[in-house]
């Protein structure tokens, strides 16, 4: 299929939703917008152009056509939550220009890496550390972590076609785990979370903040942080468990990147204290795009990176064009009620149904829907509002459906080689067959569902969430 027949056919269906009869309950304007969403969504599945370009042809429509005002049209890029992940974006840029985050990973190696289960659970703290202030989880995965892997598992003549299984295929699906647990965490870990903030916000009107994110997803990542390292380690097991050469190998690069340099040193400083801010914004009152922006302006000041490096993050605008987009289409469908209209009509199939019950089928059906899709963000814009909307007409306190749902986005990339983007990278290394992939994948997910519904809802009612 061409990119024009794929193309029209987003336009033709979005068509279509205009051309039918509106609902009793909706004005005429909700309608329209939601025929531009749809056709929107559909642009993103087929992906003909850029997700930048379907968004901007889609404000365009409504805008000319006077669905929405010029004001609505571009609220979205006033959001804070746009903002935030281009700051964040360009706030990464410094983790990879100064070599900040290869010596985090290194040093980690270098001092607990003395086996093969220790190497999946150092190269994942390390994914962790550095996953607040990366939003970019595939920038992450591929800039930082998945290199050091790769040089682990070359240093124990360990290749795709030779020996895949005497590490390497461990190492690479464990440490693509971490990722995923890793982008749940933080609200700034990966480009979508800001996105589900807002959504969260502007469909029930509940606020989630930097710091009661990440205190909310402590205990169930804490618990699958320490889980699957363990569970591959026996159902996927290396051939070879101790790894005393790889301590060698990470002194052996240290040495390489030498002394810590000033640049570095800025950045660390930095970043404990972003992480501070962050935390306490709810107490501080200082908001989180500020503090991230205040960062960067310093990063700029002090030259650890230049303006220059910032041009250089063609996908922080990339994300900031796009997110502002589905912000402001988003905030257009909620200002004239359309996701109260959805989920009063929809909480009717509900009726008979337990809330609990409703929000893990509703979980259960969101998470294996991924086998369908190939990133979060189409994912996201597809289900998530319909589903959270549900899930809280049905009964479900809101505050518990809206982490129950957030935390599975990342998640779910587990299931598939092309789930998300660190997915196709590990997957892209070569060691792991598909058909191992997706077999832990299945299990994983299920397990993944219990940790953080069933033992987070428990960690949750403990911080009086809901």
């Known amino acids: 299929m061409s990119n024009l027949t794929k193309l029209f056919l987003a ?16 004005s005429i304007d909700a309608w329209h917008i939601f025929a531009v969403f749809i056709a929107t969504v559909i642009g993103f599945i087929l992906q003909p152009y850029p997700f930048s370009v379907i968004s901007l042809l889609a404000l365009g429509v409504v805008s000319v056509l006077k669905i929405m005002p010029i004001g609505a049209v571009l609220h979205g890029y006033q959001s804070t939550v746009a903002w935030l992940i281009l700051v964040a974006f ?26 093969s289960l220790r190497l999946a659970y150092i190269l994942g703290l390390a994914d962790i550390i550095i996953a607040p202030a ?50 749940s965490m933080f609200m700034t870990s990966s480009a979508s979370n800001p996105l589900l903030g807002s959504l969260v916000l502007s469909t029930i009107g509940v606020h989630i903040g930097w710091g009661l994110w990440s205190l909310a997803a402590f205990i169930p990542a804490l618990i699958s942080f320490i889980f699957f390292p363990l569970y591959l380690y026996f159902f996927c097991p290396p051939e070879l468990k101790s790894t005393p050469e790889a301590r060698k190998m990470a002194e052996k690069k240290l040495n390489e990147l030498g002394p810590v340099s000033k640049h570095e040193t800025i950045t660390v400083v930095i970043f404990l204290l972003s992480l501070l801010a962050w935390s306490t914004s709810s107490l501080t009152g200082v908001n989180p795009t500020a503090i991230a922006i205040l960062s960067v302006a310093i990063m700029l000041l002090t030259k650890v990176i230049d303006w220059a490096d910032c041009l250089k993050e063609k996908a922080a605008f990339d994300t900031f064009v796009w997110l502002g987009a589905m912000l402001s289409l988003a905030d257009g469908m909620s200002s004239l009620g359309l996701f109260k209209w959805f989920a009063d009509n929809m909480s009717v199939l509900f009726t008979n149904v337990p809330w609990p019950l409703t929000l893990v089928l509703l979980a259960i059906f969101y998470c294996y829907t991924h086998y369908c899709f190939t990133g979060m963000t189409t994912h996201i814009v597809a289900m998530f509002v319909a589903l959270l909307s549900i899930a809280v007409g049905a009964g479900t306190p809101p505050m518990l459906a809206a982490l129950s749902l957030i935390f599975l986005d990342n998640l779910m990339a587990v299931l598939t080689h092309y789930g998300n983007g660190p997915a196709v990278i590990y997957y892209g290394s070569g060691y792991i067959k598909q058909s191992t992939w997706w077999k832990h994948g299945f299990i994983s997910m299920g397990l993944l569902l219990f940790i953080w519904i069933g033992l987070g809802s428990v960690w949750w009612k403990i911080l009086g969430l809901w």
Do not use: H
């Open 134 to 183: 990366t939003p970019s989880n595939t920038a992450r995965a591929g800039g930082i972590i998945y290199p050091i892997v790769k040089s682990v598992t070359e240093g124990f003549e360990c290749y795709p076609d030779k020996n895949p299984q005497k590490i390497g295929s461990y190492l690479m699906m464990s440490t693509f785990y971490s990722n995923s647990i890793s982008s």
């Open 11 to 26: 336009i033709g269906i979005g068509v279509i939703i205009w051309l039918l009869p509106v609902p009793e309950g909706i």
């Open 90 to 115: 360009l706030y990464s840029a410094s983790f990879v220009k100064t070599g900040l985050g290869n010596r985090i990973a290194y040093l980690l190696i270098k001092y607990m890496g003395s086996s």
